[in-house]
Nanobody
Framework: QSQLVESGGDSVQPGGSLRLSCKASGFTLDYYAIAWFRQAPGKEREGVSCISASGGTTNYSDSVKGRVTISRDNAKSTVYLQISGLKPDDTAVYYC??????????????????????WGQGTQVTVSS
C-alpha cells in the first residue's frame, strides 16, 4: 500500500546530468526525512544525500558534494536528486529511503542505511561513453 518509487535513471555520457525522483505512494512525505543511497555491483550501499522533513537540513557525501542538489516538493510527495558532472563511478542503482516513523530524525538527516526502513526498488544510472 505504501511505497517509494524512484524514477529518472538513464544511460548518459560522462559530464551529463540527471534528475532523479522519489515519489511516495500511499503516504505523504511531509514529516519524513528522505535519503538517497546508491549501490554499484560488488560494492556496499553508500549514502549520497539526505534532506530533513522540513527541508531545512541537507547532507551530501564527499563523493558527490558540489555536483548534486537534493530538494523536496511536499505538494507532490516527491524528493529530487539533481546530479551534474556525472562520472563513470556514479554508475549504480540509486535508491531512496525513509525512516519507519515520521519525524524520526527531527530537524536533521543521516546517511547511514540502518536509520532507514522503507526503500524504493531503485533506478539505474549508467554513465559511459
Amino acid at each position: 500500500q505504501s511505497q517509494l518509487v524512484e524514477s529518472g535513471g538513464d544511460s548518459v555520457q560522462p559530464g551529463g546530468s540527471l534528475r532523479l525522483s522519489c515519489k511516495a505512494s500511499g503516504f505523504t512525505l511531509d514529516y519524513y526525512a528522505i535519503a538517497w543511497f546508491r549501490q554499484a555491483p560488488g560494492k556496499e550501499r553508500e549514502g549520497v544525500s539526505c534532506i530533513s522533513a522540513s527541508g531545512g537540513t541537507t547532507n551530501y557525501s564527499d563523493s558527490v558534494k558540489g555536483r548534486v542538489t537534493i530538494s523536496r516538493d511536499n505538494a507532490k510527495s516527491t524528493v529530487y536528486l539533481q546530479i551534474s558532472g556525472l562520472k563513470p563511478d556514479d554508475t549504480a542503482v540509486y535508491y531512496c529511503a525513509a525512516p519507519i516513523s515520521p519525524n524520526y530524525m527531527g530537524n536533521v538527516c543521516a546517511l547511514t542505511p540502518h536509520e532507514y526502513d522503507w526503500w524504493g526498488q531503485g533506478t539505474q544510472v549508467t554513465v559511459s561513453s
